[in-house]
């Protein structure tokens, strides 16, 4: 199958066809995922919460990223692959943004990269798309801020309403090919999505977006933690896996496993 560019995203946002996304931190899910016909994968910071074990994704670094980035991108044939730039990597200013942008570019494979912040963003976003490396932007609930945003809260409420509308026309401005609208009202995410051009990506912003994206733990039922109100379980791939792993544990135990069929003569 051909592979998915940021001017499919474009077209699909015309022709009214939704575009699908998942995170993907590993070749396994990401063959999977691209298989199954996922326009396009991010190798998010949520890696963190995920895979490296923090509480945030705070201390995520590009270091960290890189192989995690690279894994998923040489693992697809179809996928766009989206590096998420982490904290602290682009906020000191474009150049900084531009020389993790070529970092993921060239050391990765991965397709395009993916910064939070709206206004703030603006420069970075420019600066790198001038480069000629794509960039989504994600605006609504950003993660890298939830200390300064005072925690998991939806955000374009009220007055934020108007800030959002705003951070919006920011990344479009910016030259960013798509948009992440995180955690945000399905009216106002509705509204975003008529003003602008690009595509939005919603994840917890309602049906009345371009696209929608899911971490992938989330979705598949992984983690034993608190899921998001936004997210359909679609599986129990961790009960799965838990009754996989008791009943391998009890077979040892009772010389079950091994059997006669796999041992070598
Ligand atoms: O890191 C991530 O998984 C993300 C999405 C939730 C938007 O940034
Ligand atoms: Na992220």
Do not use: C
């Amino acid at each position: 199958p051909k592979r998915v560019r940021t001017r499919h995203f474009q077209n699909a946002k015309e022709q009214g066809i939704s575009i699908t996304g998942l995170t993907s931190y590993d070749q396994l899910t990401a063959r999977i995922f691209d298989q199954a016909g996922i326009d396009f994968l991010l190798v998010g910071d949520s890696a963190g919460n995920n895979v490296l074990g923090y509480d945030t994704t705070l201390p995520v670094t590009v270091d960290q990223l890189i192989p995690l980035t690279r894994a998923v991108a040489q693992a697809v044939t179809r996928a766009l692959v989206v590096a998420d730039m982490p904290f602290g990597s682009y906020e000191v200013g474009p150049e900084d943004a531009l020389h993790t942008a070529i970092r993921f570019m060239k050391e990765t494979g991965a397709h395009a990269v993916k910064l939070e912040g709206g206004m703030r963003s603006h420069k970075q976003i420019k600066r790198i798309v001038q480069a000629g490396i794509p960039v989504m932007a994600h605006i609504g609930f950003t993660p890298q801020s939830e200390h300064g945003l005072g925690g998991h809260i939806i955000q374009g409420r009220g007055a934020g309403a108007e800030q959002l509308l705003e951070d919006a026309h920011a990344v479009q401005d910016a030259g960013a090919f798509a948009v992440v609208l995180e955690m945000v009202p399905a009216a106002i995410a509705a509204k975003v999505t008529e003003q602008l051009s690009i595509p939005t990506i919603g994840v917890g912003a309602g049906p009345d977006v371009d696209g929608q994206l899911l971490v992938w733990t989330d979705f598949a039922g992984m983690s034993d933690g608190r899921v998001p109100k936004f997210v359909r379980q679609y599986a129990n791939v961790r009960s799965v896996l838990f009754e996989a792993v008791t009943q391998y544990r009890q077979d040892v135990a009772s010389g079950a496993y091994p059997a006669p069929e796999h041992s070598y003569e």
